[in-house]
C-alpha cells in the first residue's frame, strides 16, 4: 500500500549538525542532474503555511482522510465549504524567491526534475516545466463516479453563485488549502456534483490514507535512478510518500542534501542539511552560479483554466 501515513514524528537526539555551508549545493547543481524534491516549507514565502516549521498547523489541524471524505454527505460538506474559503486565500498565492530559483536551475539545464509534494502549483506558476505532482494539484477537481477531471477554478465560481454570502472568518488556512471552520460555521454550506454525471467531486489531491497512484510512484522512482543527486527543499519528509525517494537515493550512493530550517526524517541519509531560509538561500546559491532568478512569476498556476 502506497499511503500518505501519520504525520508523527520525534526528530533522533544523535541526527547530524546541521550547517549554513550553501557550497555542497552549489557543487551539486554545478554538476548538474540535480533531481529536486520540495515540500511545505518552499511555500511558506508564498503566505502558505506548512504543519510543523514556525507557525505550521500540526496540532491546531488535523488533515482530511480520505476515509472521512468518503464515509458521508455532512464530512464533505465540512471540507468543501472549508476548503472553498481556503481557496480564496490559497488560489492568490504566488511564487516566491525560491520557487523562482527552482525555475531557473531548470532553464539553464542544472535539474532532471523537479517532485514536489505540494498541491499548489506554485512551481509550475514560477516556470518549471518539468514538475511531478507527487500528491495531485488543488487547482483540478476529479469525479468519484466517472472520473471526469475539471477545473478548480470553475468550480470555486459555482460555490460562490450557490453559496451568496458564504463569508466566515477562518481561524487558519492550512498546506492543504483547508480552512479552520466550526461546524456552526460551515452551517448548511451547499455541495455540488459532477456535472457530467451527477457524481461526488473530490479535488486532485492525495488524502492522507488514500493511495498515491503506483504509476506517479515509479515515475518518481525512474527520475530518482536517473538523477545523479537528490536535493531536498522545505520538507520535514515525515511521511513516507517522499522519505522512500531519500533512502532510495542514499542506497544507490547518490548525495542527498537537504535545505531545511529544522530537522528532517532524511537527516540520517543526507550528505548535508543546510538549516537557512529557502528563498534567501537558493538566491545566493542562484547568484553564485550566475544564475539570474525572476521576480515575478511567469506562467499561470498549474491546474487552472
Not at 488533515?63 to 465540512?78: E, H, V, W
Not at 451527477?198 to 486532485?204: A, E, S, T
Not at 489531491?205 to 518518481?220: A, L
Not at 536535493?231 to 520535514?236: A, C, D, I, K
Amino acid at each position: 500500500m502506497r499511503m500518505r501515513p501519520t504525520l508523527s514524528w520525534t526528530p533522533a537526539e544523535d541526527l547530524p549538525p546541521a550547517t549554513t555551508d550553501l557550497g555542497p549545493v552549489v557543487d551539486a547543481l554545478s554538476a548538474g542532474g540535480v533531481l529536486v524534491l520540495s515540500g511545505a516549507g518552499i511555500s511558506t514565502e508564498s503566505g502558505i503555511p506548512d504543519y510543523r516549521g514556525e507557525g505550521g498547523s500540526l496540532g491546531r489541524h488535523t488533515p482530511m482522510t480520505y476515509q472521512d471524505f468518503t464515509a458521508g454527505a455532512q464530512a464533505r460538506r465540512r471540507y468543501w465549504a472549508r476548503s472553498h474559503l481556503g481557496w480564496r486565500t490559497f488560489g492568490r498565492a504566488r511564487p516566491n524567491a525560491g520557487h523562482r530559483a527552482v525555475a531557473a536551475f531548470e532553464r539553464h539545464g542544472l535539474l532532471s526534475g523537479v517532485i514536489t509534494q505540494n498541491v499548489d502549483g506554485l512551481h509550475q506558476a514560477a516556470g518549471s516545466a518539468d514538475v511531478v505532482e507527487l500528491h495531485g494539484s488543488l487547482g483540478r477537481v476529479v469525479c468519484l463516479s466517472c472520473g471526469a477531471v475539471s477545473s478548480r477554478r470553475a468550480l470555486a465560481l459555482r460555490l460562490e453563485e450557490a453559496n451568496a454570502g458564504f463569508a466566515p472568518t477562518a481561524a487558519g488556512i492550512n498546506p492543504d488549502g483547508d480552512a479552520d471552520l466550526t461546524d456552526a460555521q460551515v452551517g448548511d454550506f451547499q455541495v455540488l456534483p459532477c456535472l457530467s454525471c451527477d457524481g461526488v467531486l473530490k479535488p486532485d489531491v492525495v488524502f492522507f490514507g488514500e493511495t498515491v497512484p503506483s504509476t506517479r510512484v515509479e515515475q518518481c522512482r525512474r527520475l530518482v535512478r536517473d538523477a545523479r543527486s537528490l536535493l531536498v527543499l522545505g520538507s520535514s519528509l515525515t511521511v513516507m510518500s517522499g522519505l522512500r525517494f531519500v533512502r532510495q537515493a542514499s542506497q544507490a550512493g547518490k548525495p542527498v542534501i537537504i535545505v531545511n530550517r529544522d530537522p528532517t526524517r532524511g537527516d540520517p541519509h543526507a550528505l548535508t542539511r543546510v538549516a537557512l531560509p529557502l528563498g534567501a538561500a537558493l538566491t545566493t546559491v542562484a547568484d553564485a552560479l550566475n544564475l539570474t532568478v525572476g521576480t515575478e512569476p511567469t506562467a499561470e498556476r498549474a491546474g487552472e483554466a
